[in-house]
């Protein structure tokens, strides 16, 4: 089946702990982005690759930090994280990094809270 | 900076109704405007992607209509059903950077 997976689902964690959500696709997507939801702003760009080992920014990026080794993953890293990271984050992919090129594939979500 | 909106916010309907969804962007210099669905503690899955070239879009119950001149879209369905309630999000690719601004979303509730 076509998917995009992350885990962990659900995460509580502490103020400074190193922690790291992965996203896989088993599409063979160029494109992948991370995106997070909050009540009242939205969905908002956090990273996004074009394709491995091509990796930039997006409306948020403060506090993250992502790679991309190999096609299929594009793992988010919160290398010390704070309360206001406390979020919904999603992966998503699509098959072309052509901007414009169609349209994204989204991950169940990760709920993380940062105490 | 692009901005886009949804109105409502909220809409609740009898189940059989046809109702419309509004989207505005305030940048038309898009790529494409895409439609998704979200249900409670799921990811977003996509309805309907319209490029700027293309006028509207239909998948079943389901079309989709784009001006891009002046920054609308809408999202049709018709004969709505209990199974269509979910939060209904648009958002846009900008030329200018391969991101998508999204909308908060309408929240559609079906009553059997």
């Known amino acids: 089946e076509a998917q995009v997976t992350q885990n962990p689902r659900y995460l509580i964690t502490v103020t400074g702990k190193k922690l790291t959500v992965t996203c896989s696709q088993n599409?063979?997507?160029?494109?992948m982005s991370w995106y997070r939801q909050d009540p009242g702003l939205g969905l908002r760009q956090i990273y996004y690759?074009?394709?491995?080992?091509?990796?930039d920014k997006g409306d948020v990026p403060e506090g993250y930090k992502v790679s991309r080794k190999e096609k299929r993953n594009f793992p988010l890293i919160l290398e010390s994280p704070s309360p206001n990271q406390t979020s919904l984050y999603f992966c998503?992919?699509?098959?072309?990094?052509?901007?414009?090129?169609?349209?994204?594939?989204f991950g169940e979500g990760s709920r993380l809270t940062v105490l | 900076k692009q901005e886009v909106t949804q109105i409502p916010a909220a809409l609740s309907v009898p189940e059989g109704e046809n109702l419309v969804l509004n989207c505005s962007f305030t940048?038309?210099?898009?790529?494409?405007l895409q439609w998704f669905r979200q249900d409670p503690g799921k990811g977003l899955t996509s309805l309907l992607l319209?490029?700027?070239?293309?006028r509207e879009q239909t998948s079943g119950r389901l079309n989709a209509s784009l001006d891009k001149s002046s920054g609308r879209s809408t999202l049709y369905i018709a004969a709505s059903q209990p199974g269509d309630s979910a939060t209904y999000l648009c958002?846009?690719?900008?030329?200018?950077?391969?991101?998508?601004?999204f909308g908060e979303g309408t929240q559609l509730t079906v009553n059997p």
């Open positions: 998503a992919s699509r098959p072309d990094s052509a901007r414009g090129a169609g349209e994204l594939f």
């Open positions: 690759s074009m394709n491995v080992e091509v990796t």
């Open positions: 319209i490029q700027s070239s293309q």
């Open positions: 940048d038309s210099a898009i790529y494409n």
């Open positions: 599409m063979n997507h160029e494109y």
């Open positions: 958002a846009v690719e900008e030329t200018s950077g391969s991101r998508l601004t």
